[in-house]
Protein backbone atom coordinates (compact mmCIF):
# COMPACT_ATOMS: atom_id res chain seq x y z
CA UNK A 1 0.00 0.00 0.00
CA UNK A 2 1.04 3.46 -0.98
CA UNK A 3 0.43 6.23 1.10
CA UNK A 4 0.40 9.99 -1.14
CA UNK A 5 0.10 13.13 1.11
CA UNK A 6 -0.11 16.30 0.08
CA UNK A 7 -1.68 19.66 0.97
CA UNK A 8 1.56 21.32 3.09
CA UNK A 9 2.12 24.46 2.86
CA UNK A 10 3.03 28.16 4.42
CA UNK A 11 0.47 30.05 5.78
CA UNK A 12 -0.06 32.68 8.58
CA UNK A 13 -0.85 31.80 11.88
CA UNK A 14 -4.72 31.65 12.60
CA UNK A 15 -4.97 30.64 9.17
CA UNK A 16 -5.94 27.20 7.52
CA UNK A 17 -4.91 24.27 5.18
CA UNK A 18 -6.53 21.03 4.31
CA UNK A 19 -3.89 17.75 3.75
CA UNK A 20 -4.60 14.91 1.47
CA UNK A 21 -3.64 11.49 2.04
CA UNK A 22 -4.85 8.51 -0.54
CA UNK A 23 -3.48 4.82 -0.08
CA UNK A 24 -3.29 2.87 -3.04
CA UNK A 25 -2.53 -0.66 -3.95
CA UNK A 26 -2.11 -2.90 -6.77
CA UNK A 27 -4.26 -5.07 -4.67
CA UNK A 28 -7.44 -4.72 -2.90
CA UNK A 29 -7.20 -3.60 0.54
CA UNK A 30 -9.47 -3.16 3.43
CA UNK A 31 -8.75 -0.02 5.73
CA UNK A 32 -8.99 -0.42 9.45
CA UNK A 33 -7.61 2.91 10.40
CA UNK A 34 -5.47 6.32 8.94
CA UNK A 35 -4.00 8.26 10.92
CA UNK A 36 -1.84 11.78 10.74
CA UNK A 37 1.15 12.55 13.16
CA UNK A 38 3.36 15.15 13.02
CA UNK A 39 6.89 15.75 13.64
CA UNK A 40 8.69 19.17 14.48
CA UNK A 41 12.53 20.46 14.00
CA UNK A 42 14.30 18.87 16.84
CA UNK A 43 11.38 16.92 18.02
CA UNK A 44 10.00 13.35 17.91
CA UNK A 45 7.17 12.62 16.09
CA UNK A 46 3.37 13.03 17.82
CA UNK A 47 0.27 11.64 17.48
CA UNK A 48 -2.01 13.96 15.93
CA UNK A 49 -5.22 11.89 15.28
CA UNK A 50 -6.79 9.05 13.66
CA UNK A 51 -9.66 7.53 11.94
CA UNK A 52 -10.93 4.39 12.46
CA UNK A 53 -12.40 3.55 8.37
CA UNK A 54 -15.53 1.35 9.66
CA UNK A 55 -17.03 3.58 12.31
CA UNK A 56 -15.62 6.78 11.18
CA UNK A 57 -14.90 6.96 14.94
CA UNK A 58 -12.14 10.13 15.52
CA UNK A 59 -9.85 10.74 18.09
CA UNK A 60 -7.45 13.78 18.37
CA UNK A 61 -4.79 14.63 20.46
CA UNK A 62 -5.34 17.40 23.18
CA UNK A 63 -2.89 20.02 21.13
CA UNK A 64 -4.95 19.78 18.06
CA UNK A 65 -8.28 19.40 19.59
CA UNK A 66 -10.98 22.04 18.69
CA UNK A 67 -9.05 23.43 15.57
CA UNK A 68 -8.21 20.40 13.31
CA UNK A 69 -10.45 17.74 12.41
CA UNK A 70 -10.17 14.53 10.23
CA UNK A 71 -12.43 13.10 7.59
CA UNK A 72 -12.56 10.16 5.25
CA UNK A 73 -14.23 9.50 1.77
CA UNK A 74 -14.03 6.02 1.90
CA UNK A 75 -14.72 5.58 -2.13
CA UNK A 76 -11.26 7.60 -2.70
CA UNK A 77 -9.45 5.38 0.14
CA UNK A 78 -8.40 9.12 1.26
CA UNK A 79 -8.08 10.69 4.44
CA UNK A 80 -8.56 14.33 5.08
CA UNK A 81 -6.39 16.89 7.61
CA UNK A 82 -8.63 20.01 7.79
CA UNK A 83 -6.17 22.63 10.39
CA UNK A 84 -8.21 25.66 11.73
CA UNK A 85 -6.75 28.28 13.46
CA UNK A 86 -3.12 27.46 12.87
CA UNK A 87 -0.04 28.21 15.29
CA UNK A 88 3.26 28.53 14.73
CA UNK A 89 3.55 25.08 17.29
CA UNK A 90 2.05 23.65 14.52
CA UNK A 91 4.45 24.23 12.14
CA UNK A 92 6.17 20.76 11.66
CA UNK A 93 6.07 17.75 8.75
CA UNK A 94 2.59 15.99 8.60
CA UNK A 95 3.06 12.44 8.23
CA UNK A 96 -0.13 10.04 7.03
CA UNK A 97 0.02 6.37 8.13
CA UNK A 98 -2.78 3.60 7.41
CA UNK A 99 -3.46 0.31 8.96
CA UNK A 100 -4.86 -2.92 6.50
CA UNK A 101 -7.61 -4.72 8.20
CA UNK A 102 -5.77 -8.18 9.16
CA UNK A 103 -2.30 -6.48 8.86
CA UNK A 104 -0.52 -5.78 12.06
CA UNK A 105 1.65 -2.97 11.03
CA UNK A 106 1.22 0.47 9.64
CA UNK A 107 2.35 2.36 6.28
CA UNK A 108 3.35 5.30 6.25
CA UNK A 109 3.27 8.23 3.45
CA UNK A 110 6.41 10.72 3.08
CA UNK A 111 5.16 13.06 4.51
CA UNK A 112 4.41 16.91 3.67
CA UNK A 113 5.46 20.03 5.23
CA UNK A 114 3.27 22.81 7.08
CA UNK A 115 4.87 26.58 8.27
CA UNK A 116 2.96 28.88 10.01
CA UNK A 117 4.73 32.01 10.39
CA UNK A 118 3.83 34.16 12.85
Known amino acids: VQLQASGGGLVQAGGSLRLSCAAASERTFSLYYMAWFRQAPGKEREFVGR????????NYADSVKGRFTISRDKAKNTAYLQMNMLKPEDTAVYYC???????????WGQGTLVTVSS
Open 51 to 58: IYWASNFI
Open 97 to 107: AARISGLSVDY
